[in-house]
């Protein structure tokens, strides 16, 4: 119950660090799972972002990891124990998807002598799939904010280099001016 509601929760969180924090501790706490760990897809690979437990954990594992390749060509969890994984033999991945892009993994431990029933799974799968909808919102928002500074910034340098041609334009028409009453002077002088 705890946990389907901090799924439904999960889109209202505004920071993306701090909906990583909240996720991984809430299933450690909800499931029970001995370690529960958070990797995002970046350009090396899937880095290590968050961990909670005392299991050894790769910082970064390839893109092309076997459990990552499943992962991006189904939509379901993939059991660590039966797909070999930079990740280990042990527990479950879990996709965070946002159309059709794999964004990270979450993954979550085998509790010892028991397995996560089928409904667990899904539970966490749901709550996988919400976070990974919400982290996509505030990266993309991050990014939007990010372009919009941007476009201001291009703006306000587009105003100056107009400023500047406005000035240069009327420095060369004064210039243009006193030079052609110079002429003129001169041409009196001469006569």
Known sequence: ??????????????????????????????????????YEHTSEGYTRLRH????????????????????????????????????????????LRARDHLL??????PRP???????????????AHAVGASLFALRAGVTEEQLSAARAKALASEERAQASKALLDEARAHNATLLELLRARGATVES
């Open 1 to 38: 119950m705890a946990l389907r509601r901090f799924a439904s929760e999960s889109a209202f969180v505004t920071q993306p660090e701090t909906l990583l924090d909240l996720t991984v501790d809430q299933v450690h706490l909800h499931v029970g799972a001995p370690w529960v760990a958070f």
């Open 113 to 127: 002598g028991e397995h996560y029933a089928a409904e667990e799974r899904q539970l966490i799968a749901h709550v």
């Open 52 to 95: 909670r437990g005392n299991q050894e954990l790769p910082q970064s594992v390839a893109a092309d990891d076997l459990a990552l390749v499943k992962l991006r060509a189904r939509d379901s969890e993939v059991d660590l124990h039966e797909a070999p994984s930079g990740l280990g033999r042990d527990g479950y991945a879990f996709p």
């Open 104 to 109: 990270g993994v979450l993954l979550v431990g």
